[in-house]
């Protein structure tokens, strides 16, 4: 079975005069039907320049350069504004970080639905209020059939995010692409955010790429996390053990930092100093200066994304994990570049 | 029992903060109205409806030197209210404050001053609560000029150099404007403008909520530290109970506009008393437990939902 989305060698860069720098290169994923998939890392990582290049809305100068973005196998031309108009809404949604400026405030949230509905759908006006009042129910909004003529303002920070939610699922897309969908709201709202986009993917089906930084969101709906360092994939593979068992010193610093009810009101565990902008990214693997288990070939060659092989018996054998870390290679990483890196729980 | 001689730095009783929103916009009439009546010029009593908005209502508690209480509760909830109310940036409407024995309040002119160099605050927005066109040496130096007794112009330097490290900054950044740091390295800015008083008291206002995981680690970190070596009592607001359990000795949860349970860290971690808690507690996201969207929790947030967040129409009973 293929999957819905395949994202495959993707490249952003930036134009300036003084030449070009590359945002992010070289990443490439695939998301099934009714799966989630969680990209995370810090902010300046390039999380949103992937989700806003498979939307077709990178905005000069930025651009993708290299890549391919396929959707139910036929391939998406994500340069061209005419080809993806009719793609966003219909087959892929959007939902962004903030509700508060997502929203048109001058519509009511039922026009905005309905005008979503009767662009991409072949249906009347009158039956798309009717669904809109369904999608406000499914969202869990209080008495839809009023307050499908609310203005957004009239509605707080979660509700119009959930309001979000529905515009972005109302055409029945096959993936939504969630940017930051619960930064913006507190952390009772979140969890409910949260519950309600796992639900909904299960539901209907619907493929999810969840653009977020925060761990423990991912933790609990994504099935497959994909950690992104300085335009990079570092690590990838299913939630489970990508962040039970990380591989990578940038993954295992990330779930470390985060403080967690119950462990002892010592020092957290940090990652020193900060990620490295596109222009002053060092030679090698773009992680070796704030890494503490750095060593000699970390500096000079930046390592390649390759399949982790767990079992030392059978090396070959399909693990759907991925890592790009030089700490894995084995004694014999000069002679053999084409090999697996080699897991540390095996 | 502390001995009676040493009082709490940080004292505030039945703290209450309300607006009464006379103003409406497009005439329009929220709910909840209380009555009140007025004589007009003509003799004539008018009734005019004023709706009273109740922020912050019968807040109490102290904090003893040295310690960190956290207040904790959703958006609206009113925990800004408090630090805002306890920075003396708002007036209270009924309830007093008082840190280290003088009213904020009613401080007088000795007061005055002697409040604004033992108190200071870091907010939650890094971006906006650094002067865009000040120079980083000129942000932290402020205090100085401001606060200290005599000033003189290479104690400043030598003070913003010394505060500048302390934060986990170079010297030479003081050279630098704020958008030439990061969110983290910003709110280290605001942190180092903070201590330049010397205070003995810090407001942090959700300090890390607008960082990424790893910089609030590390900011989280600095605090801790910075606490240690100056003594700094602190009041620390979040909305995130994984990080207060990491800061605080005491903890106090807030909903809407009032303390509905106040302890010991782990007594309200492991032992919360009150519904709302453990609702709180229950929404923290954890790296080791799955969710499962069995769908009474997704119809447990429908009916929930955002009911009692607005504190005009607030019920009497949480």
């Known amino acids: ?346 | 029992m502390r001995m009676s001689f040493e009082t709490p730095l940080v004292e505030v009783v039945n703290l209450t903060k309300t607006y009464s929103g006379s103003r409406t916009w497009f005439g329009r009439r929220p709910t909840g109205w209380v009555r009140s009546g007025t004589v007009l010029p003509s003799g004539k009593r008018e009734e005019i409806h004023s709706p009273i908005v109740h922020a912050v209502e019968a807040v109490s508690f102290r904090i003893e030197r040295g310690r960190t209480l956290a207040l904790v509760g959703e958006s609206g909830c009113g925990k800004t209210t408090v630090a805002r109310l306890v920075a003396g940036i708002l007036k209270p409407t009924r309830g007093t404050v008082h840190v280290a024995g003088i009213d904020v309040g009613r401080p007088g002119k000795h007061g005055a001053s002697a409040l604004a160099r033992s108190r200071q605050m870091v907010f939650q927005d890094p971006y906006s609560s650094l002067n865009p066109r000040w120079r980083v040496r000129s942000i932290v130096a402020e205090p100085i000029k401001a606060l200290a007794q005599r000033p003189n112009t290479q104690d400043i330097d030598r003070e913003v150099d010394c505060l500048l490290e302390q934060v986990g900054l170079r010297a030479v950044d003081g050279k630098r404007y704020p958008h030439e740091f990061s969110g983290g390295q910003r709110q280290r800015i605001a942190i180092a403008r903070a201590l330049a008083g010397r205070p003995s008291f810090l407001i942090c206002d959700e300090p890390t909520s607008a960082l990424d995981v790893s910089v609030q680690a590390q900011i989280l970190n600095l605090l801790k530290e910075l606490q240690a070596r100056h003594g700094l009592t602190m009041l620390f607001i979040s909305h995130d109970l994984a990080v207060v359990s990491h800061m605080a000795d005491e903890i106090g949860v807030l909903c809407d506009g009032r303390l509905c349970e106040l302890g010991a860290t782990d007594t309200i971690l492991t032992q919360p008393r009150h519904a709302y808690t453990r609702t709180l507690l229950k929404s923290v996201p954890d790296l080791s437990r799955r969710r499962r969207s069995s769908d009474n929790s997704a119809k447990f947030a429908v009916q929930t939902g955002d009911r009692g967040r607005n504190p005009i129409e607030r019920s009497d009973d949480c």
């Not at chain 1, 990582?45 to 651009?63: E, H, N, V």
């Not at chain 1, 639905?113 to 999608?135: F, G, K, N, P, Q």
């Not at chain 1, 009239?154 to 969908?181: H, K, T, W, Y």
Request: glycine residues 8%; proline residues 5%.
């Open chain 1, 1 to 346: 079975m293929t999957a819905l989305l395949e994202v495959e060698k993707l490249r952003i860069e930036l134009d300036r005069e003084s030449g070009s720098a590359i945002l992010v290169d070289d990443v490439s994923f695939a998301v099934e039907a009714g799966q989630i998939l969680g990209i995370a890392g810090e902010s300046g990582a390039g999380k949103s320049l992937i989700g806003a290049s498979i939307l077709g809305l990178l905005q000069s100068p930025t651009r993708q350069t290299a890549g391919t973005v396929r959707l139910a196998g036929k391939l998406l031309d994500t340069r061209s504004e005419k080809a993806m108009r009719r793609v966003r809404g219909s087959r892929i949604g959007a939902i962004f970080q903030d509700p508060m400026t997502a929203l048109n405030p001058l519509l009511s949230v039922g026009a905005q639905l309905i005008e979503t509905m009767h662009a991409h759908l072949d249906i009347s006006r009158a039956e798309a209020r009717e669904r809109a009042v369904d999608w406000l129910h499914e969202v869990g909004i209080h008495d839809p059939k009023t307050r499908v003529d609310g203005y957004p303002h009239s509605f707080s920070g979660g509700m119009r995010q959930r309001i979000v939610i529905a515009l972005a699922l109302c055409a029945s897309p096959q993936l939504v692409i969630a940017d930051e969908p619960t930064t913006a709201l507190d952390v009772r709202t979140q969890a409910q955010i949260v519950e309600l986009l796992q639900r909904l993917a299960r539901n209907h089906g619907t493929a999810i790429v969840l653009i977020c930084h925060d761990l423990g969101i991912l933790a609990q709906i994504a099935d497959h996390v994909l950690v992104l360092y300085a335009g990079r994939t570092v690590e990838s593979g299913a939630t489970a053990q990508v962040l039970g068992s990380p591989c990578h010193p940038y993954s295992r610093g990330l779930i470390n930092s985060i403080p967690m009810i119950g462990d002892s009101r010592g020092q957290l565990a940090q990652i020193e100093g900060t990620m490295p902008s596109a222009t002053t990214r060092p030679p090698g693997c773009a992680f070796h200066p704030r890494c503490p288990d750095r060593f000699e070939p970390c500096d000079r060659w930046t390592p390649q994304l390759k399949e982790i092989a767990c079992n030392p018996k059978d090396p070959m054998a399909e693990t759907g994990r991925s890592l790009a870390c030089w700490l894995h290679s084995g004694a014999d990483r000069e002679k053999d570049r084409d090999r697996r890196w080699l897991c540390s729980c095996g």
